[in-house]
């Protein structure tokens, strides 16, 4: 059976381009070109997963209870064992490649009474700037 392009890109579902690409790799390499390995995945490393789950079941039982856990702390913890400096966004794909979830930031300031924040909605506000009825300032 031989397909144009055009109608082998539409049975596979993918665009003509692609085809033509794929098919010059298997002109190239055989079989090998259709079975081979994607790009897709973590290629370095500086911890393996077991190292990663061992690092973060320390932080473990403190999120168990209650507790709120710092990236800052994680991300301390994490240079000490490799031995290097690294981004805080090497720490959060570690956390997500474990399961843990962002934290999200608290609603209201820890300090903050509720005294002061009924106080504050009782403050009347004061137009700064022109004068809205006549335009002047």
Known sequence: MNLS????????????ST????????????EKALLGKGRGGKRYSNLTDQEEADLLSSFLDKA????????GEIKEAYE?????????????????RHGWRKIMPRPRHPKTGIEFR????KT????QGR???????
């Open 80 to 96: 000490k064992k490799v031995g290097k400096q690294v981004p805080k966004s090497t720490v959060y794909r570690m956390l997500a």
């Open 131 to 137: 004068n809205r009825k006549s335009g002047r300032l």
């Open 5 to 16: 392009f055009a109608d082998t890109a539409i049975a596979v579902g993918r665009s003509r």
């Open 118 to 121: 009924e106080a504050f909605k």
């Open 64 to 71: 168990r209870t209650g507790g709120v856990l710092v990236v």
């Open 19 to 30: 085809v033509k690409i794929i098919q010059g790799r298997y002109l190239r390499e055989g």
């Open 124 to 127: 009347p506000r004061v137009c």
